[in-house]
């Protein structure tokens, strides 16, 4: 009997310590698909170190867009990947079909980030690429299957870590930080000072020292916070969040918590939060809460919430100066506005006529410097050449300011008048002033509507002068997929007798595109084609504009062209549309380059 013990205990232990030539007993050899989770990479449609990069958001993987890449993006991936390196970035290759979203785009990291979700970009979803910019990688990797007695396994149980420090900060075990909220009851003292409730929260230094504005330092027993009552029931949830990174956020506590999250550093709580207010941004017809929104993210110093409602507010422009809130906009703001190139307006005559009623209206409380450096953010050379002629006589401000207006009325006058290489033989021309560049111009000729849906009716505006763009739609009138429209080759008067036709449409299924000999990578895909060959003026270069109009109220997507296509890679829109009600206006825009 101890002989068959003996002699089973070796079979055992030779079963175990298999060698050489014989398969070897690996504990890692069989790996589990984990469930993915927010964030994770994973590289597809090639070997085991390469393939096309998708990263997982929202429950869903989708690709990431490749400007701007090099090896420090390469590195982060390989690295969250568990590679020893980075190798290359693959550009331009086809990894088979991408069917999610682009997730990423403008990625920029400094190459030592430990996770992609670190670095930093514009927004999820946001993008002007298609799916055929989708950015790979090859990563290094150890070249050799074998396993060898200096061979690493990595072991990541940190899915369970954040649950843990939860129930750690619910149970209040070894807490050594004490924070204690004040909240104005709105009642009074006998001495006449505010009544304050107290309420306790005790924390952690260890934790709590991740961001320096708690000032949670050795020596430091707690700290004292003043709360307003309406946020003062967020607090709690605030301090766990920091512990687990997650959270329950609803529209009644998003700002309470961003307003939280600046006060105290939590950048990418604070961010989060920040991208939440793009859901309500359109709900507003009155603008109050776009423009409280915009004063509130300077504030905050919120960077990300600054461009989303500027963003919006210059998308719906025309809206907003139609708006209670037009009167009420801080010269700051509208400064801003003034400098960005993707104002929807009619033409930049109707923002020279728009920005000089908003300084009468603000009367002496703007001073002249203001006036002046708000009215020299106009494109003088945009305007339409047969306005510059009536511009001295209809100005409610050129005599208050003539020597800026001549002195802008010239430059405007020398753009339409000279061609582009007389221009740029004068030294003082500069080709890269903004002046120069067109907005986003919805008047005719340069725009054409067509409308997906029956019985909607587009927003009315007071001023006949612009109600091309603010007809309502006839009962049940049938909208065509495709539209001609004529524009003049550039918006200079020396272009006004050289005409292009553009096709625009909308395609709603493959067959309607295999039709035109193009390929949809979604539907309804967008269309805008020149009907003759461009490259007689090479001069120019044509960056034109696809809006969606939601419901006739408000634009809620602006996007780019690329090979005569609208970009929709996202398929996530800005700003959201119920019902996917909208209209596509397309817009055609010259510029010199």
């Known amino acids: 009997m101890l002989v068959h013990r003996n002699l089973l205990a070796l079979w055992l232990l030779l079963l175990l310590h298999v060698s050489g030539s014989a398969a070897r007993f690996n504990l890692f050899a069989h790996k589990k698909n984990p469930v993915p989770r927010e964030g994770d990479v994973r590289l597809f449609g090639g070997g085991v170190a390469d393939g096309r990069v998708e990263v997982y958001h929202e429950g869903q993987w989708g690709t990431v867009c490749d400007d701007g890449w090099d090896l420090a993006e390469a590195q982060v991936v390989c690295r969250q990947l568990r590679f020893p390196g980075a190798r290359s970035v693959v550009i331009g290759k086809d990894y088979g079909t991408a069917p999610g979203p682009i997730w990423l785009d403008d990625l920029k990291c400094q190459g030592t980030e430990n996770y ?14 298609s799916h055929k910019e989708d950015v790979g990688v090859i990563c290094e990797s150890s070249g050799s299957n074998a396993t060898d007695g200096n061979s690493t396994y990595s072991l990541d149980h940190s899915i369970s870590l954040s649950d843990e420090r939860g129930q750690i900060f619910d149970s209040g075990s070894g807490c050594d930080f004490s924070i204690s909220v ?23 230094k260890a934790i709590l020292s991740q961001f320096p ?16 009552p309406a946020c003062q029931p967020n607090f709690s949830s605030f301090i766990r969040y920091i512990y687990t990174r997650k959270m329950e956020v609803t529209y009644s506590s998003v700002q309470c918590l961003h307003w939280l999250a600046s006060k105290f550093g939590v950048k990418q709580l604070m961010e989060d939060t920040g991208r939440l207010f793009t859901q309500i941004l359109p709900e507003d017809a ?21 461009e989303n409602c500027i963003q919006y507010l210059a998308w719906n422009y025309q809206n907003l100066t139609s708006s209670p809130a037009w009167t009420q906009l801080s010269v700051q703001l509208l400064g801003a506005l003034l400098l960005r190139s993707d104002l929807v307006v009619p033409d930049e005559y109707f923002l ?24 020299k953010r106009i494109r003088f050379p945009m305007i339409p050449a047969e306005e510059l002629y009536n511009l001295e006589p209809n100005s409610s401000l050129y005599a208050t300011h003539e020597a800026m207006y001549q002195k802008n009325l010239l430059k405007a006058f020398q753009f339409n008048v000279l061609l582009f290489s007389n221009l740029k033989s004068n030294p003082k021309f500069d080709k890269d002033d903004d002046d120069y560049r067109p907005r986003i111009y919805t008047a005719e000729p340069w725009s054409t509507t067509m409308t997906r849906t029956q019985n909607r009716r587009m927003h009315y505006n007071q001023y006949d002068r612009y109600n091309q ?125």
């Open 116 to 129: 992609v979700s670190m670095c930093a970009f514009k927004s999820w979803g946001t993008t002007d690429c």
């Open 182 to 204: 004040m909240t104005a009851t709105g009642n009074t003292e006998e001495d006449g000072t505010p009544e304050m409730a107290s309420t306790t929260v005790c924390a952690h």
């Open 213 to 228: 504005l708690f000032n949670a330092s050795e020596g430091t027993a707690g700290i004292t916070v003043d709360i307003s």
């Open 286 to 306: 009155s603008f109050h809460t776009q423009v409280s929104l915009y004063e509130y993210a300077v504030e905050t110093g919120d960077i990300v919430l600054q």
């Open 352 to 375: 020279l006529w728009n920005v000089e009623s908003w300084i009468r209206e603000k009367g002496a409380s703007i001073s002249s410097e203001a006036q002046v450096d708000l009215l």
């Open 469 to 593: 763009y603010n007809q309502y739609n006839q009962f049940n009138q049938y909208n065509p997929s495709s539209k001609v429209i004529t524009t003049p080759v550039h918006n200079s008067l020396i272009f006004k007798n050289n005409k292009i036709q553009w096709e625009a449409n909308v395609f709603n299924n493959q067959q309607e595109c295999s039709n035109r000999g193009v390929t949809c990578e979604s539907f309804p895909s967008a269309r805008l084609a020149p009907q003759s060959s461009l490259t007689e003026w090479r001069h120019i270069l044509f960056r034109n504009r696809l809006l969606l109009m939601c419901q006739g109220t408000y634009i809620f997507q602006v996007q780019d062209f690329k090979n005569n296509m609208a970009v929709n890679g996202s398929r996530v829109p800005a700003y959201p549309c119920p019902d996917d009600q909208y209209t596509h206006q397309f817009v055609v825009r010259p510029e010199y380059v």
